[in-house]
């Protein structure tokens, strides 16, 4: 468990650096408006839901329980995204796009480490 949140953690920073450079270096034409809010939202609810999963005793349940997170996960992300992009229309296609490079970025690695601990059950 840890090592996987010092992953996350890793991989949260280093996106900020990525983002910060982007835009120092003029790539991006703006920072996300909801920067912060996002790389939050997104570590903590991975995190939680890795915790979750890891802790699951029954394996027969696993695989409907993972499902079930990615369904409640996505209806809470469009939520999100929809209260994103009323608050903000001029900069919503920044956000958007940064939080769907972090979701799929913070998803693989939430599937890498569940699968190496499933098949070493």
Do not use: C, H
């Not at 703006?30 to 394996?59: C, D, E, H, W």
């Not at 608050?87 to 998803?107: A, I, K, M, Q």
């Amino acid at each position: 468990m840890i090592r996987f949140l010092a992953v996350l953690i890793v991989i949260a920073v280093t996106v900020a650096g990525i983002t910060w450079l982007l835009f120092n270096a003029g790539q991006i034409p703006a920072m996300p408006s909801f920067f912060y809010q996002t790389l939050l939202l997104l570590t903590l609810s991975t995190g939680v839901i890795y915790r979750y999963l890891l802790k699951m005793n029954k394996p027969a349940l696993f695989t409907q329980m993972y499902l079930l997170t990615m369904v409640v996960k996505l209806i809470a992300y469009l939520a999100y995204n929809l209260i994103v992009v009323l608050e903000d229309r001029s900069g919503s296609v920044l956000n958007v796009v940064f939080f769907l490079v972090l979701y799929l970025v913070f998803t693989a690695v939430e599937v890498i480490f569940l699968y190496r601990k499933i098949t070493t059950r």
